[in-house]
């Protein structure tokens, strides 16, 4: 059984251009969740998406957004890159709210996104 | 809001030795606790969640936490160390009736572990 899949692994972007992350979520999980971790930190929770909608959302600008598809696999979007958006980027997963482990992630290895 | 300290950002243990991680949180209601474990260029792997109950949890690798509410404490420990637990250790707390299951993170402890 796959868990939490994630890519491109590692990609190198300039100032000012877009990004697209991509992730496939654990089998039997409906809900993901974008987290940003910067060189030496904890992660930092970006954005929640259930039912292809986004429920919860961190501090972050409107320049990162995301999308959910039927198939539960999500996009995370990042315009006009800055030199700080440099980190790796994790995707969770988690089951149904209802469902027994509900509040439990799954996280993917992430995409390390460098911007020169 | 919601916040997790980890007040010590390197330990270094001897393997074999034991190993206590300090973590502290603040939230409003009663919190869902977790611990991850990070090896280098990898996710983050579940050790061990504490959500009600018995405020002792035994979780993979050998690895257990206590909850202690008076003290707003999550401490991870573990009686013998082992080369393969050199790694970054993160605690993080969630809400309890949180649909939507938001973790805020500390800052991480990296674990060196001595021959």
């Known amino acids: 059984d796959a868990g939490v899949t994630q890519s491109p692994t590692h990609l190198i972007k300039t100032r000012g251009q877009q990004v697209t992350l991509r992730c496939s979520p654990k089998?039997?999980?409906?809900?993901v969740s974008w987290y940003q971790q910067a060189l030496g930190q904890g992660p930092q929770f970006i954005f929640q998406y259930y039912e292809e909608e986004e429920r919860q959302r961190g501090n972050f600008p409107d320049r990162f957004s995301g999308h959910q598809f039927p198939n539960y696999s999500s996009e995370l979007n990042v315009n006009a890159l800055l030199l700080g958006d440099s980190a790796l980027y994790l995707c969770?997963?988690?089951?149904?709210?209802?469902?027994?482990?509900?509040?439990?992630?799954?996280f993917g290895a992430g995409s390390r996104l460098t911007v020169l | 809001a919601q916040s997790v300290t980890q007040p010590d950002i390197h330990i270094t243990v001897s393997e074999g030795a034991s190993l206590e991680l300090r973590c502290n949180y603040s939230?409003?209601?009663?919190?869902?606790l977790f611990w991850y474990v990070q090896s280098p260029g990898q996710g983050l792997q579940l050790l061990l969640k504490y959500f009600s109950g018995d405020t002792l949890v035994q979780g993979i690798k050998g690895f257990e936490a206590e909850f202690k509410r008076s003290q707003s404490s999550f401490n991870l420990r573990k009686p013998s160390v082992h080369w393969s637990d050199a790694a970054e250790y993160f605690c993080a707390v969630g809400g309890q009736n949180n649909a939507g299951n938001m973790l805020t993170f500390g800052g991480g402890t990296r674990l060196m572990v001595k021959p």
């Open positions: 939230y409003g209601a009663t919190p869902y």
């Open positions: 089998s039997g999980h409906d809900t």
């Open positions: 969770a997963s988690s089951p149904p709210f209802r469902a027994s482990g509900a509040n439990v992630l799954t």
